[in-house]
């Protein structure tokens, strides 16, 4: 009987480590310093090292470990081969079979945000539904979409990238991705500081955020201290990421969207602007879906990649 599975997350600058039972309580986590020098040849053997070391510290029975699941920095394909993940220096990658060859145990692979929604769908602001759309807001976009409990991972590898959405045709700035446009350089937390840096400059109106450095959260302070100017961004802000959820919303239809990711710390008033503009602009069928604060943080990808071998 299996009672123990181990989610990780590799980060470019950490791996996040997470020994779980098999009903998602969390029994230890840790981390260890992601080695990408050498075109990251160290990452997977000290990952498959502390695994082993943790089995070890904690007498585990390797019979009673359902395996190991891992979510990485670029697309997956359904078999957990990496096309490429830039901040590890990874080209092509068998990751799956390397894994598995390395500890010894069953190993399923995903996108880093893909993986984190499913953990959202799992223990956090997804818990109880089976579709979930999830939407990360940081320094970049990221995305994970559920449908009937099951990430959509699609023939590339690259389902949810919705951080690369084209949403405005004006754009004359490449995003990282090498398109211009795309919803990730207006909604992320660079985005929303170009969004009010160039209401600022375009604006002769009074406001708090003339006072010092511009950020996602001090236009989400302005905003709540009832800024007029910060409201307007906050409005840019919500239409552009609105609308994207609206067409999101026509495809895949789902119960709930779960926003995430550092410009979420701002709490309900994101949501309220985004829902604002969703509502206008999604299928009448659609209008009603749900939209909740992503609840575990740093730790939904451990979580998700748990979930992962345990399908």
């Not at 999830?134 to 951080?163: D, P, Q, R, W, Y």
């Not at 709540?224 to 961004?233: P, S």
Request: proline letters at 2%; aromatic letters at 6%; charged letters at 25%.
């Amino acid at each position: 009987m299996k009672k123990y599975c181990f989610g990780i997350d590799v980060g470019g600058t950490t791996v996040k480590c997470g020994l779980f039972d098999v009903k998602g309580e969390v029994l230890d986590k840790w981390e260890i310093h992601t080695r990408t020098e050498n075109n990251g040849i160290n990452i997977l053997p000290d990952v498959a090292d502390t695994i082993a070391a943790k089995i070890l510290e904690k007498k585990l029975d390797r019979e009673e470990i359902a395996g190991v699941g891992i979510g990485v920095p670029g697309p997956v394909d359904e078999e957990g081969n990496v096309m490429v993940a830039v901040n590890l220096h990874w080209g092509y990658l068998q990751l799956t079979e390397e894994m598995e060859k390395m500890t010894g145990l069953p190993v399923r692979a995903g996108n880093d945000a893909n993986v984190a929604a499913l953990g959202e769908m799992w223990k956090g602001g997804g818990a109880g539904y089976h579709n979930v759309v999830m939407v990360t807001l940081g320094t970049g976009v990221g995305g994970g979409i559920i449908v009937n409990g099951k990430i959509v991972t699609g023939s590339h590898g690259a389902g949810g990238e919705i951080g690369h959405i084209h949403v405005e045709d004006s754009m004359e700035e490449s995003c990282n991705c090498g398109n211009k446009g795309c919803l990730e350089q207006f909604v992320s937390a660079t985005g929303i500081v170009r969004l009010a840096n160039k209401m600022l400059d375009e604006s002769d109106a009074p406001s708090v955020l003339r006072n010092g450095p511009v950020s996602a959260k001090t236009v989400f302070d302005a905003v709540k201290e009832k800024d007029g100017l910060a409201a307007e961004i906050a409005e840019q802000f919500g239409k552009y990421l609105g609308t994207a959820l609206a067409v999101i919303a026509g495809v895949v239809d789902p119960e709930v969207f779960v926003i995430g990711g550092g410009v979420s710390k701002a709490g309900q008033v994101v949501i309220d602007y985004i829902r604002k503009y969703y509502r206008e602009y999604a299928f009448s069928g659609c209008k009603d879906t749900a939209f909740a604060l992503a609840e575990l943080g740093n730790d939904a990808g451990i979580y998700g990649a748990a979930r992962l071998v345990l399908d």
